[in-house]
C-alpha cells in the first residue's frame, strides 16, 4: 500500500501540524502556561520519587519489563478509586531531561488522536480501520505527557475506561496492519506492527509499534510510536514513546513508568 501524492502546500500544512504540536507541547511545560495546544494550568514534574524503579531493557526492540515484587499483591479495584486522574501518576515519576504535565480534559482529545496516528474527523481505508470513538465524559480519559525538549520525544502515559478488550483491540490492529487515513485532503499511511507484551501483572496485556509517514517526496514526516498496554478491570494504562524520524525508544524510562501506572491503577490510587 502506498501513500498518495498530496499538494505542496497541504504536505506542509500536515509537517507543520504534527512537527509543531509538540513543540508546542514542550513550550507549555516549560513557560508553565496554557499554549497552542494545551489550556489550563499544567503541573510541571519535581523531583523523582524515593521508591527505587524496575529494570528494564536499554535496547529499542525489547519491551521486556522485570516485574516489582509487588506486582502479584492484593489490590484495591480501579473501579472504587473514583477518577481516572486519581490513578494517573504523578509527573514527578519523570526524571530529567523529560518534563511531565497532566493534561486538562479540553486537551486530552486532541493528543489522544496524535497517539492512535489518525484523525477523528478522517476516513480510512480499509473502512472499519478507524479508532475507536472517544467518550465525551471528561472522566473516560486521563494523560499525563511528558516530553524531551532537545529532541522532541515524548511519553504518554493514557488511562481510559473501555469496555473492549485488549483481544479484541489486538485482533483490530492485526487487520488493519496498513491504513490509509485522510484528512484535509492530506493521506497518511499508519502502520501497526504487534510486538511480544511485557511480563506485567494485570488482566491482559499487549505492546505494538507504529509509524505514521505522510507528505512523500514533497517533505515526509515520520511519526514513530512504541506503546505498551495493559487492562485491569474496565481501565486500559497506555505507555507509549513518540518521536519523530528514527529516534531509538527510551525503552528504560517507558517501562519504568509503563510499570508504575499499572501498579497504581492495581492499588486503586
Keep these: 500500500m502506498q501513500t498518495r501524492a498530496t499538494s505542496t502546500g497541504a504536505t506542509s500544512r500536515v509537517s507543520a501540524v ?11 511545560v516549560l513557560a508553565g502556561c496554557g ?10 514534574g519535581g523531583p523523582p ?18 516485574p516489582s515484587s509487588s506486582t502479584s499483591s492484593t489490590s484495591a479495584s480501579p473501579d472504587a ?10 509527573p514527578s515519576t519523570f526524571t530529567a531531561p523529560y518534563q511531565a504535565v497532566v493534561l ?22 480499509p473502512t472499519g480501520c478507524k479508532p475507536e470513538a472517544r467518550s465525551s465524559d471528561p472522566d473516560s480519559t486521563a494523560l499525563l505527557v511528558a516530553t524531551d525538549p532537545d ?13 473492549t478488550t485488549l483481544e479484541d483491540r489486538k485482533a483490530l490492529w492485526e487487520q488493519c496492519s496498513e491504513v490509509e487515513a485522510t484528512s484535509a485532503g492530506v493521506t ?22 507504529r509509524t505514521v509517514t505522510s507528505g512523500g517526496q514533497a517533505g515526509e514526516v515520520t511519526q514513530s510510536m512504541l506503546s505498551l498496554l495493559a487492562q485491569v478491570d474496565d481501565v ?34
Design 151 to 163: 529532541d522532541r520525544a515524548t511519553i504518554s502515559i493514557e488511562l481510559s475506561r473501555v469496555d
Design 188 to 209: 497518511s499511511l499508519v502502520t501497526t506492527d504487534i510486538v511480544p507484551p511485557p511480563p506485567i501483572g494485570a488482566d491482559d496485556t499487549l505492546a505494538l509499534r
Design 81 to 90: 478509586a473514583g477518577s481516572l486522574s486519581a490513578l494517573l501518576l504523578d
Design 236 to 269: 486500559r494504562v497506555t505507555a507509549t514513546y513518540m518521536s519523530f524520524g528514527e529516534l531509538t525508544p527510551d525503552s528504560a524510562t517507558l517501562d519504568r513508568t509503563f510499570t508504575a501506572a499499572v501498579q497504581k491503577v492495581k492499588a486503586g490510587g
Design 18 to 28: 504534527r512537527a509543531g504540536a509538540l513543540v508546542a507541547l514542550a513550550a507549555a
Design 104 to 125: 486538562p480534559p479540553q486537551a486530552v482529545a486532541q493528543a489522544a488522536q496524535d497517539l492512535d496516528g489518525i484523525a477523528a474527523d478522517a476516513s480510512v481505508e
Design 35 to 44: 499554549g497552542s495546544t494545551v489550556s489550563g494550568t499544567p503541573e510541571a
Design 49 to 66: 520519587p524515593s521508591a527505587a524503579p524496575s529494570s528494564a531493557p536499554g535496547s529499542s526492540s525489547s519491551t521486556t519489563t522485570t
